[in-house]
């Protein structure tokens, strides 16, 4: 039962991460019918902010506020390059999907390839406090605090972005602009910078998944292809979830978190098959689109 | 008497097809003017352009301004409201937040919305996409009103709408054009006749004639232009 709960749990991290991953891709496409697929380099470049502002702290930064400052930098980091990926490259480029998805393509190619010489190939080793690194026990089950950090990240986010959507008048106009831009244009709004807006969002949860992703699963360590393994996986929470949904995406992550943990266990360690969880997932995506191509709360592909 | 809306030598082309082959015609201030012709002729084209909404070439002037240079939604901040054809809610905002969504006013005028469409106060929280389709017909004409804009583009607003609801409609412009000047579009002559004090009639994307909207009394006239009997 112990091992149950403990997957359980790290299963719902996982997927809180995932979730933090997806959500910025799916309001991308669902507002604004860009396929981004720069979305992992705004992963990667925001654990890389979040490192590159640890290492320039004070060695007494070791303390909670290290984590909360590098969270900082990350969604900083990620916000940035989104916006500037908007500005510079996708608006001359809306309504032709096939260029977006080459420049955007590019633009991860070109990121690694950046880091990669900058950074070298080997991984850089995110500064953490102590306590992320550590575990609590309650009966039988070990809860690394690193899993709890993902969780409250997750519920965080998905509480703020459903409120922002359905509470602000920017979210209201996102809303409206995944139905109809040309009428949300007709109605005065300035979908322009509602679409800027989108994109800085997307590349803020994208910066803190990709420095939570290091903090939980990866040792804590940073590496210039992190985002883009990420973002196989984010892909498939969008479409699971739906295309522009929110809550379709926390669900989503949710699921495929949870089913990949125990398949991983349960396939992947004792029946000898290594990867089932990834595969376990791609499954999931196939029996999803077979009963609802649409995904669980989004429109139709 | 000034003219609200001015257009000249207006040319659209979409995907190779030339739909406005230079027209001009003027919108006068206050009452309504009924753009006419047959179907495909380019009347929607003609609203669509004026929002700049499609490529086109040619002067507009909204309400004293050359929009050449102007994006969509400094156009529409010029003062025009736009009911599109088909009625174009969105579906998935509740009807609260259509209306707050098309707040444009420091000051939206909700008691002259809810004075004309009482219903939409009670059915604020309802998604805008279950509304009927003469709901969303109110929904969709009480967005304009929110801002008290001075030029209102209304595209066929009767259309699919069953007889009673017509009439309704067609009182609820009329006292609309007391304080705004209309554009309208719109295939019922009977409506055009009640509401239209000017008419300006398009064919193959030519103005072909302009002039008062007693001319629909003409039947000949009205047959050649429209290929319809008159409005009597």
Known sequence: ???????????????????????????????????????????????????????????????????????????????????????????????????????????????????????????????????????????????????????????????????????????????????????VRALGIDVGRAFTLVFVIGGAMAGLAGLLYSVVFSGDLVSPLQGDSLLIFAFIVVVIGGLGSIRGSAVAGLIVGLVQDFANYYLGAHAGLAQFGNLSVVLLLAVVLEWRPRGLFGRAL | MTNALEIRDLHVSIAGSHILKGITFEVPEGGVTALLGRNGVGKTTTLRAVLGLVNHTGDVHVLGTDTRTMVTHRIVRLGIGYVPEDRDVFAGLSVAENLRLAERSSEPDYDAVYALFPELRTRARQRAGSLSGGQQQMLSIARVLLNGWPLLLVDEPSKGLAPKLVTELAETLERIANIATILLVEQNLAVVARLAQRIVVLDHGEVVHQGAASDLGDAELTQQLLGVAGAS
Do not use: C, K
């Open chain 1, 1 to 183: 039962m112990s091992v149950v709960l403990s997957l359980a749990f790290s299963g719902v991290a996982l997927g809180a991460i995932y979730f933090l991953a997806a959500s910025g891709l799916s309001l991308i496409y669902g507002l604004m019918d860009v396929l981004n697929f720069a979305h992992g380099m705004f992963m990667t470049l925001g654990a890389y902010a979040g490192w590159d502002v640890a290492t320039h702290l004070p060695i007494s930064w070791g303390g909670a506020w290290l984590l909360v400052i590098e969270i900082g930098a990350a969604v900083v980091g990620g916000a940035l390059a989104a916006a500037i990926t908007e500005l510079v490259l996708i608006r001359p480029l809306y309504g032709r999907p096939l260029a977006q998805v080459l420049v955007t393509i590019g633009l991860d190619l070109a990121a690694v390839a950046l880091l990669l010489g900058g950074f070298g190939s080997n991984s850089l080793t995110l500064p953490v406090p102590l306590w992320s690194i550590e575990a609590s026990r309650i009966g039988n089950v070990i809860l690394p605090h690193s899993d709890f950090i993902a969780i409250a990240a997750g519920i965080v986010v998905v509480v703020a972005l459903e409120w922002f959507l359905r509470r602000t008048r920017y979210g209201i106009t996102i809303r409206a602009g995944v139905e109809n831009r040309e009428m």
